[in-house]
């Protein structure tokens, strides 16, 4: 990309510098995807969470930043658009979200920019994220950081809340087949084509990944609470080593039924069921 000229962390204390390694790969921590930061304006030096209530979660805009949700629908986002543009940057998604940590009351205003993993560097992204609040503040918006992060292209749908359609086995009974009775016209059912499995299975490393990075900061905050030495947090650290224990069990049994997945229905006619067995 065109390379954006940004100033040095260290001749001024209110300018960002790029994130660290750890920093980029555990900022959004408590998230159910765990995207990559590449840059954000926010100077508020990063904590590695230790605790359940330093995770992020994201908030819904709201009445909030009603200046920004303004120009965005006027003449703000092709201009937002253009600048990226002129910068070279391959954004993906901008979204207008408020992430704060759990125990946040107020969380922040955030124009989030999603852009294709490795295609843009920190101290590039710094200076990316310094521009596009340069233009914030032309419309007089002062109260919005911006983040560019990594955007990764999940196969099938995904919620923290809401179970995975995809991630079922269609042999349970609570898939709702209609058996058929003998006057009925028998039809062979075809579970999965060739794409949907493949999409099944990719829906289930998606759980696992998404698994194996929360394992990391339940690690640190064991290790955290093991360091501490205070009798006062033996609780908490066996309530953590609990939880690490719970998704390393989890992970388990994805890659099990990953495994077997790929062993029995590797074939059409795994895939079929035929009426007159059932």
Known sequence: MTSTAVVSSTNSPTFPSPPSEIEA???YAGLSSLPTLIARTSTTPW???????????????GNHAPKLKEAMKG?????????????GVKWRHIEVVRIGH?????????????????????????GVVLK????????????VEVEI??????????????PDPNVRDPHRSDCNFGLLNDTQRHLH????????????????????????????PKEERVRALERSGFPATSKARRRVQGELDE?????????????DVSARWVTSESRTLDPNVL
């Not at 493949?198 to 490393?205: E, P, V």
């Not at 998606?206 to 929360?214: E, F, T």
């Open 247 to 259: 998704t390393r069990k989890a992970i388990k049994e994805l890659s099990a039924l990953h495994k």
């Open 25 to 27: 790969k555990y900022y």
């Open 102 to 126: 759990v125990e946040d009351y107020y969380p922040l205003t955030i124009l989030m920019i999603g852009v294709p993993p490795a295609s843009l560097s920190g101290h590039d992204g710094v």
């Open 189 to 216: 059912l075809f579970l999965f084509g060739d794409a949907t499995l493949k999409k099944y299975l990719g829906s289930i490393m998606v759980q696992i990944g998404d698994k194996m990075m929360a394992c990391g």
């Open 149 to 162: 992060y990594e955007s990764v292209d999940y196969p099938g749908p995904w919620s923290d809340v809401e």
């Open 75 to 87: 003449s703000l986002a092709p201009q937002l658009h253009a600048l990226l543009g002129s910068m």
């Open 132 to 143: 596009c609040r340069e233009l914030l503040k032309d419309y007089d918006i002062t109260d």
């Open 47 to 61: 904590e590695m969470p230790i605790t359940q209530g330093a995770l992020k979660e994201v908030h819904p805009i």
